[in-house]
């Protein structure tokens, strides 16, 4: 029977090995990165089909130089890896067509959490970093809802920063359209006022200058 303590374990040896194996930290660190700004900046206020759009492209990125690893190191034969990695590719592919087509399910599955957690951790065992074994992938995916709560707590407690810089930009464009309405206006009544009193001098004149060549 596998206990929580050797699950644990195994989870702790991948996390590390993706921040400090130089072989791998070139994929990771990106896609960490991405990870925390999507989720923390981007995404936090709305989802949108163009974050899904933009997620599924980093997402196929990955997975092609999973498939490019696996090519050159003439590892193709390794069905768990291949498998995985075609499993990635494909799922991004349909997010982007989906996204595309702005259909529901791109947003439900171009989360940035999902597939950035998996792609890191998968990371290690495609380049052969982590053994791949039972207790390593179970690790993976028992720790998954874990590592999803810690950041949604993090994501709660983060202040409103991002929403508050919108809220100040909005009012100061709010205030400058108001500006300029209000100058447009004042710039039209003058010019009105300007050409009511030079063709009603010229219509008194006219008529003025009529009446007297009648007389």
């Known amino acids: 029977m596998i206990d929580i303590a050797t699950l644990f374990q195994a989870f702790s040896t991948i996390f590390i090995s993706t921040l400090t194996n ?8 990106p896609v960490y990165i ?20 933009a997620n599924s492209i980093i997402f196929s990125w990955v997975s092609i130089d999973w498939l490019r690893h696996l090519y050159l190191n003439n590892e193709l034969s390794d069905y ?6 075609l499993f990635f590719l494909f ?13 529901k399910i791109a947003k439900l599955l171009g989360k940035t959490g999902f597939f950035s957690y998996f792609q890191i951790m998968f990371t290690p065992f495609i380049y052969g970093a982590i053994e791949f074994n039972y207790i390593n992938f179970l ?21 409103e920063f991002i929403e508050e810089e919108e809220k100040k930009f909005e009012e100061e464009n709010e205030e400058d359209i108001n500006n300029f309405a209000e100058s447009n206006l ?24 009529y009446y007297r060549y009648r007389r």
């Open 22 to 29: 130089v072989e791998i930290i070139w994929i990771t660190y």
């Open 34 to 53: 991405t990870w925390f700004a999507m989720e923390f900046l981007v995404e936090r206020k709305e989802f949108k089909y163009s974050h899904s759009l």
């Open 80 to 85: 768990n890896k291949l498998l995985i990695t």
């Open 91 to 103: 799922l991004s592919l349909f997010i982007l067509i989906a996204s595309i087509k702005r259909k």
């Open 139 to 159: 690790s993976v995916i028992i720790f998954f809802p874990l590592i999803y709560m810690v950041v949604y707590v993090i994501d709660k407690l983060l202040p």
């Open 186 to 209: 004042q710039y039209n009544q003058q010019n009105y006022s300007n050409y009511y009193n030079y063709y009603r001098y010229n219509y008194g004149n006219y008529y003025g200058n």
